[in-house]
């Protein structure tokens, strides 16, 4: 799944039906959910995402079936009290407020799904008292000019990966909120080890790429649900756009693939860059990168041995090892 829901939105308008949108815009103490995430909702209730990981859902539906009939933006607040939090489900101590609105297609909403078709980023500003939304592509500053002071930082922080978080402008609550491309994964080799990776990448919402010039590896029998390319690595990585949420993975162990794709990965923004092998195996590879004019500082980007210390042994078990460390390095920077 994405980390937006507006291409779905979209889909569901032009196909009749009438949507209403549910997003957290604030949270305190215990909440099952961070702010920004959402829920979806048509006339006659059926509803994609989540809002509370399943405690509140069908409260927050129920509402946002009144807003679809009225039209009226609502602001929802799940408190402490012991009946409410038994009630909604909500865990001891924690409160959640959501923004529920109803959605109809307009140029906002089309300018969202096409910077989403082409991996774009944006901040979306919405005004919680009208709904009127504000729409800035993450990579462009021709807009901001415009902007004004305090809507230009705003922007900037959600360019800095700040989370999502309500904000006064111009007198007006608003909500700031960052829709990132999907995370991106090019495994390199298109291993046994692989195919477990790439099925946990997936259920995370990553866009998988699979690339290895072996015809016999790399097959849709093996890897039915992901893009393959049958290729030297390092010129189809060049092909591709890497950027900073992209994870490559690097499994041949080979270094006629290996080598070349780690230089042209180390040569990106790519956030994780990992590599199979033992101690030993991973000494010998930044040896010889080394001699290519890396530096000590560079190489450290590369994470090898590949994954978590868990004392994986099959080929399932590493692949756990490896998206846990991917999702550490993604959600804690370490």
């Known amino acids: 799944m994405k980390d937006d829901m507006y291409t779905t939105v979209l889909d569901w308008i032009n196909s009749g039906r009438k949507v209403a949108l549910a997003t957290v815009i604030a949270t305190w103490g215990s909440s099952p959910r961070p702010v920004g995430s959402q829920l979806i909702a048509d006339d006659n209730g059926a509803f994609e995402g989540s809002v509370s990981g399943g405690c509140i859902e069908g409260a927050v539906v129920a509402e946002a079936l009144d807003v679809i009939g009225h039209g009226k933006p609502q602001r929802m607040f799940f408190g402490v009290s012991r009946d409410q939090a038994r009630s ?17 297609a307009g140029p906002w909403l089309t300018k969202l799904t096409e910077l989403s078709q082409v991996c774009r980023g944006a901040c979306l500003i919405t005004d919680l008292k009208t709904g009127n ?10 807009q901001r000019k415009e902007l004004g002071e305090d809507l230009a930082a705003a922007v900037d922080r959600i360019q800095a990966r700040e989370k999502n978080f309500t904000m006064t402008l111009t007198g007006r609550p608003c909500f700031v ?24 990448a997936r259920l995370q919402g990553y866009d998988v790429t699979v690339i290895d010039p072996r015809c016999d590896f790399a097959t849709k029998n093996r890897f039915p649900d992901v893009t393959l ?9 060049q ?8 994870a490559i993975v690097v499994l041949s162990h080979d270094p006629k693939l290996d080598d ?9 923004d790519a956030f994780y860059i990992g590599a199979l092998g033992s101690k030993k ?17 560079t190489l450290a980007r590369i994470y090898g041995p590949v994954g978590l210390s868990i004392g994986a042994v099959t080929a399932e078990e590493i692949a756990v090892s490896i998206m846990a460390e991917i999702i550490q390095k993604r959600r804690m920077g370490e």
């Open 88 to 104: 909604v489900g909500l865990a001891c101590g924690g409160e959640i407020e959501i923004f529920i609105e109803k959605i109809s």
């Open 133 to 142: 939304k504000i729409v800035v592509p993450l990579d462009t500053f021709d």
């Open 260 to 268: 070349p794709a780690l230089k042209t990965a180390l040569a990106s």
């Open 239 to 246: 092909k591709l756009q890497l950027h900073g949420r992209t």
């Open 229 to 237: 390319i049958e290729a030297w690595p390092a010129d189809a990585l």
């Open 177 to 200: 909120h960052g829709i990132h491309p999907p995370p991106q994964m090019v495994v390199i080799g298109a291993v046994h080890i692989a195919q477990p990776l790439v099925v946990m």
């Open 281 to 297: 195996t991973h000494a010998a590879r930044l040896e010889r990168l080394q001699l290519t004019g890396f530096s000590k500082k």
